[in-house]
């Protein structure tokens, strides 16, 4: 099993950027296809972005263009830079394996709020 630590969000006004941090700890993290998800309020989990382990990167259509994923595998660590962030962006942030299969505990998640 690994733990997700996520951390970054905040409160940022539209067309602002954050940089979110995913901290992995447990487990072989560098095997793993990573993503992250986010769930807005009364909204199902769905995913972002994913990175594999060789780096080839997938995102959701509603983020293309403006997020970018990338891990640091010796830092066990999976960021999101989020950039021209817009009010439909805000939610609940999380990182985990993109199977379901393989899939660990959710972690906490990190708040984004984007304010028009």
């Known amino acids: 099993q690994v733990q997700y630590v996520e951390s970054g969000g905040g409160l940022v006004q539209t067309g602002g950027s954050l940089r979110l941090s995913c901290i992995a700890s447990?487990?072989?993290?560098?095997?793993?296809?990573i993503a992250w998800y986010r769930q807005a309020p009364g909204k199902q989990r769905g995913l972002v972005a994913s990175i594999g382990p060789n780096g080839s990167t997938n995102y959701a259509d509603p983020v293309k263009g403006r997020f970018t994923i990338s891990r640091d595998n010796a830092k066990k660590t999976v960021y999101l830079q989020m950039n021209d962030l817009k009010p439909e962006d805000t939610a609940v942030y999380y990182c985990?394996?993109?199977?379901?299969?393989?899939?660990?505990?959710w972690g906490q998640g990190t708040q984004v709020t984007v304010s028009s």
């Open positions: 985990n394996k993109l199977l379901a299969s393989q899939r660990d505990a």
């Open positions: 447990g487990g072989f993290f560098s095997l793993y296809t």
